[in-house]
């Protein structure tokens, strides 16, 4: 069924067997710190290797392309596992499935630690994402299945909160261990934390779901939706935007001759960016649209990428991470509560999706901006960033404003 008459009248209520509605309880603190520490170990372990990019490369003996492949095989088996995850959740459990997929990430990052060359390193890696996929999706559809719609995007701004903490984080540490340590050691860290949260989160209470039907039922569901598939086309354009170029501050900032403890440390303002933005984007939460939200990040990000194709310094890829992290909290957070409420009656296949689009866009960008970026060729490359912004944002503000209407 199509939601755009859905979204004209009064939301329908969530199963009977669901415990989100208006009357839910608050998600409790303990609950939503689990969640936050899933959320932040995924995105460390998924951002921590872009300050090390020419630093392994120079360590294995191989050109920037090759190592690119590790970055964008965890990309690209992040993305394909959304589904996957998304179904397994639906039929065994938010919880389960966190715990299952974290198990298999500690692994994956063992092998990663361990890599004797280029190969392995990009197998290790691509199964690291396939497993660390399951976490960021299982938490946000933890907090759509027990957060009413009207108050969700808090909470859905505390997880971004913690998802940038865990991508200024590894940015940090990965440059500054990579750079005066070992560039090995910085995998151990989220596998060991991977390691820790499998058991924790056996604390986490299973919230009700309806009893799982036919296997493939989800997508049925997700799929018949127009705005699903729309929601999917403007999450795989951001995910290619700004996901797939973000990747190529640090090397861009090391070819003009910065270490990689500096590269780290000034992509990491992506995060605090991030972080701060993420704090307006609650306070702004009913008071502005979310068609404003959307403008205001997209507008953000256009002059971010502007200025990282105008000057490669460190002052202006400063100045373009930190926007890059507010646009991502205005835009993403809302583009992200919409997603969750497209398909109430299968949830996390309806989140799997959407995250399977904006990581697939995100690995296709990366991929394709490789040649260019080891010719230092990054001028073009954030000028196009910024001129593909545009569309973006002109995409995702039309449609939420006539779902909305």
């Known amino acids: 069924m199509d939601n755009t008459d859905s979204a004209r009248t009064t939301p329908a209520p969530p199963p009977a067997t669901a415990t989100a509605g208006p009357t839910a309880p608050p998600l409790p603190a303990a609950s939503l710190r689990l969640l936050c520490a899933a959320g932040f170990v995924s995105n460390f372990d998924r951002f921590c290797i872009t300050p090390m990019l020419l630093l392994i490369g120079t360590r294995l003996g191989v050109p920037l392309p090759m190592v690119m492949l590790a970055a964008s095989g965890y990309f690209l088996g992040y993305g394909l596992m959304q589904p996957v995850w998304g179904l397994a959740s639906d039929r065994l459990g938010r919880v389960r499935v966190m715990r299952i997929s974290?198990?298999?990430?500690?692994?994956?990052?063992?092998?990663?630690?361990?890599?004797?060359?280029?190969?392995?390193?990009?197998?290790?890696?691509?199964?690291?994402?396939?497993?660390?996929?399951?976490?960021?999706?299982?938490?946000?559809?933890?907090?759509?299945?027990?957060?009413?719609?009207?108050?969700?995007?808090?909470?859905?701004?505390?997880?971004?909160?913690?998802?940038?903490?865990?991508?200024?984080?590894?940015?940090?540490?990965?440059?500054?261990?990579?750079?005066?340590?070992?560039?090995?050691?910085?995998?151990?860290?989220?596998?060991?934390?991977?390691?820790?949260?499998?058991?924790?989160?056996?604390?986490?209470?299973?919230?009700?779901?309806?009893?799982?039907?036919?296997?493939?039922?989800?997508?049925?569901?997700?799929?018949?939706?127009?705005?699903?598939?729309?929601?999917?086309?403007?999450?795989?354009?951001?995910?290619?935007?700004?996901?797939?170029f973000l990747t190529y501050i640090a090397p861009a900032l090391e070819a003009q001759g910065a270490s990689a403890t500096l590269a780290g440390a000034v992509s990491a303002l992506y995060g605090v960016g991030s972080m701060a933005a993420a704090q307006t984007v609650k306070r702004l939460v009913g008071r502005c649209t979310p068609v404003r939200l959307i403008v205001v990040g997209g507008v953000q990000m256009v002059v971010a990428f502007g200025l990282a194709a105008a000057s490669r310094s460190v002052l202006a890829?400063?100045?373009?991470?930190?926007?890059?992290?507010?646009?991502?909290?205005?835009?993403?957070?809302?583009?992200?509560?919409?997603?969750?409420?497209?398909?109430?009656?299968?949830?996390?296949?309806?989140?799997?999706?959407?995250?399977?689009?904006?990581?697939?866009?995100?690995?296709?960008?990366?991929?394709?901006?490789?040649?260019?970026?080891?010719?230092?060729?990054?001028?073009?490359?954030?000028?196009?960033?910024?001129?593909?912004?545009?569309?973006?944002?002109?995409?995702?503000?039309?449609?939420?404003?006539r779902y909305r209407n």
């Open 317 to 401: 890829l400063v100045a373009c991470t930190l926007l890059l992290g507010g646009g991502w909290s205005f835009m993403h957070s809302t583009i992200q509560s919409w997603a969750t409420g497209l398909s109430p009656a299968a949830r996390a296949t309806g989140v799997a999706m959407f995250g399977l689009a904006l990581y697939v866009g995100s690995a296709l960008a990366s991929a394709v901006a490789a040649g260019p970026a080891e010719h230092h060729a990054y001028q073009g490359m954030f000028l196009t960033a910024a001129a593909l912004t545009v569309p973006l944002t002109v995409a995702a503000a039309v449609g939420r404003a």
């Open 102 to 244: 974290l198990t298999g990430a500690a692994v994956a990052a063992l092998y990663s630690v361990t890599a004797p060359d280029a190969t392995v390193l990009i197998v290790a890696r691509t199964a690291a994402g396939a497993f660390f996929a399951a976490s960021i999706a299982a938490s946000i559809t933890y907090i759509g299945d027990t957060v009413p719609a009207p108050v969700r995007q808090g909470p859905l701004s505390e997880l971004m909160t913690a998802f940038a903490l865990g991508t200024a984080a590894a940015t940090i540490v990965a440059g500054a261990l990579a750079h005066y340590v070992s560039w090995r050691l910085v995998f151990a860290l989220p596998g060991l934390i991977a390691m820790y949260l499998a058991v924790a989160l056996r604390r986490l209470p299973e919230p009700p779901r309806p009893a799982p039907g036919a296997l493939l039922a989800p997508f049925k569901v997700v799929l018949r939706s127009r705005w699903q598939w729309y929601v999917m086309a403007v999450a795989m354009l951001e995910g290619a935007v700004l996901l797939g």
